[in-house]
């Protein structure tokens, strides 16, 4: 009888992906890096200026106020969007009828376009024709775009609003994967809902916290469209994420080079905050997903 074949024969079926991974996202970070140590406006010809690029944004004032940011709606967002999403997704991962249809319901804001969002949210503010005025209610009519505190605050809550609903969706996933058998055995204990909660459900959730706090930290780095449409980086620079500053030089400021060099400054970042919450995860995907068993 002939040998089974091995797993390593299937490896081909990775080089498809490998060729679009290689095309749409190693090439364009080369062509970034290397545009990082010129001199370019977006159409003349492309002069190597070595590290000028990188000298001028290092020594930018502006820089470390814009990763101050970035890192505020970065950690602000997961602490808004972890809990909630948390709840929902267990929730969710019910199996009542109606919970379906609220599923449905909830996951519509990730439908729709982050500046379709953002020009709603900004007209139902506007402190003269918005929500507030049309209704009457003063504690709404107050100008929350121009405002430091308020724009941040409308920022964190119009992000938290659109992306709470897909990370509920992994939560629910990861909570309908944990056996029944252990709530079983917890109720045979007498534990109520929230014993339960805190010592099962939460345990065995710590991988996919993990996953979705991955996505939404680095996630959290390409705020853009939203922010551009919503409080064009002000007022002032409150909002002034890495994201809006690196589009500001770039397209607006006909300044590749030092856009480029943000966009790498944007890479690093990502990379060494995916690597750290791995590493503060613990463990690997071939660990058991039953710690708590």
Known sequence: MSAPPRHGSLAWLAVPALLLFGA??????VGVLVLSFTSWDGLGDIHFTGLES????????????????????????????????????VFLAG?????AVLSVVYFVPLLLSSAAIAITYKALLDPNFGLGAGLGLEILAQDWLGEPALAFGVVIFVVSWQFIPFHSLIYQGGARQIPRSMYEA????????????????????????????????????????????????GPGDATRVLALDMYKRGFQANLMGPASVIAVILVLVG???ALLLRRLGGGTGSDSRLEGA
């Open 95 to 99: 199996h009542q009828r109606y919970r």
């Open 271 to 273: 990379l060494a905050l």
């Open 186 to 233: 917890a109720e045979l204990d007498g534990a109520g809902r929230i014993r339960k909660f805190f010592s099962i459900t939460l345990p065995q959730l710590k991988y996919t916290i993990v996953t979705s706090s991955t996505l939404m930290v680095v996630g959290s780095l390409t705020f853009f469209d939203l922010i551009f449409v919503l409080t064009a980086g």
């Open 24 to 29: 749409f996202g190693v090439v364009p970070l």
């Open 54 to 89: 990188w000298a001028a944004v290092l020594a930018d004032p502006g820089l470390p106020h814009a990763l101050w940011v970035t890192f505020l709606v970065m950690a602000v967002s997961w602490l808004v969007q972890t809990p909630a999403s948390i709840l929902l997704g």
